[in-house]
């Protein structure tokens, strides 16, 4: 397609024919178009427009029992199996803190919806509800297993069905307002630093002192942040896995944060990716996209809690690790290890 075409529907159906095996995020991008419109130009085909609201669907999410849940960002995938547990709405986020599929959700990210059905590479059927900003970027995907209520999804489909069954889709510009940051005082952002008796103040701690999550684990010094090689997310999984250490892995996006708490065992390489393909949890993290790696340590009334925290080119950060850990215990010893072995970089300038 040229720069300035916007393909129709109908030419994006045919190039998505043409390129059966492609990905849908990578046809999105070759075509210019947002996953969305993707999605769209096959409304009435194999898609339908419902309600993209998060709050209604967390409502009603628990009836469809055993799920896949995917939530992402350009360079991490992680897919949780499980079922909508202990769901709490809310205006501005919500939560869900089922044994498996744990969520943070912000609602207001959340713009539209679709229900989706397709068949597969053997013809067995894949019905999924997929969820996008008011820009197409996608948000959460929610997939049917075999253990799924059928009955419970086609409810949810034939009440959140909208009358606007358009195959058009024009993104919005602007989303994503990005926060105001400025230079970083380091004795003051130390000291509020040092302040902090909860993980959960850090963000606030950040919109306060209006400094970007990047900066401030860059110029907050060596006893709470040190940089390590950019290969430490493998290094570190591979050494949980070894050593039976539960962690938790933090993925998503401005409209979906997920979860995953335990084990991981089947940590494979192909490519840029490494992956994790246990059971109830996959991950899939684009390695080459990681240009900084953090050791981030924060004081909490039990005690100091360490995360390693990835960073893409852009200063996003891509994904975080912890060690597994609830409220009112201390971090893991066995955490603190593995995070001692992953390799020190040099500082870098802030």
């Not at 089947?266 to 109830?280: F, L, S």
Request: charged fraction near 25%; hydrophobic fraction near 40%; include cysteine.
């Amino acid at each position: 397609m040229t720069e300035n075409h916007r393909p129709s529907p109908s030419e994006i159906r045919a190039y998505r024919a043409e390129n059966p095996k492609l990905r849908e995020r990578d046809i999105a991008a070759q075509l210019g178009i947002s996953e969305a419109a993707l999605v769209a130009a096959e409304v009435g085909i194999t898609a339908v427009r419902i309600d993209g609201s998060a709050n209604r669907l967390l409502e009603r999410a628990e009836t469809l029992g055993e799920v896949m849940v995917l939530t992402r960002n350009e360079s991490a995938v992680h897919e949780k199996i499980g079922i909508y547990e202990k769901v709490t709405t809310g205006k501005h986020a919500s939560i869900v803190l089922g044994e498996q599929i744990d969520l943070r959700i912000f609602p207001g990210a959340w713009a539209h919806g679709f229900a989706v059905t397709k068949k597969g590479e053997r013809d067995e059927v894949r019905r999924s509800l997929q969820f996008f900003d008011a820009a197409g970027n996608a948000v959460q995907k929610v997939h049917l297993r075999p253990a799924s209520n059928l009955e419970a999804y086609e409810a949810i489909v034939a009440d959140f069905r909208l009358e606007d069954q358009s195959q058009e889709f024009v993104a919005a510009a602007g989303v994503v307002d990005a926060e105001e940051t400025g230079p970083v005082d380091v004795p003051v952002l130390r000291e509020n630093w040092s302040q902090m008796t909860d993980t959960h103040q850090f963000f606030g701690m950040l919109k306060k002192l209006k400094i970007g999550r990047q900066d401030a684990v860059r110029s907050v010094g060596e006893d709470f942040a040190w940089q390590v090689d950019r290969t430490s997310t493998e290094i570190m999984m591979r050494a949980a896995a070894e050593k039976d250490t539960d962690i938790m892995c933090f993925a998503g996006n401005h409209g979906a944060i997920q979860i995953h708490t335990g084990p991981v065992k089947n940590i494979q390489a192909m490519g840029p990716w490494i992956n994790v393909m246990d059971p109830t949890f996959h991950l899939h993290l684009r390695q080459d996209h990681i240009t900084e790696c953090w050791v981030v340590r924060k004081p909490t009334k039990d005690g100091h809690v360490t995360s390693l925290e990835a960073y893409d080119a852009k200063g996003e950060m891509i994904i975080q690790f912890f060690g597994k850990r609830k409220e009112g215990m201390v971090e893991l010893a066995e955490w603190r290890d593995i995070l001692d072995i992953l390799p020190r970089n040099a500082r870098v300038a802030a």
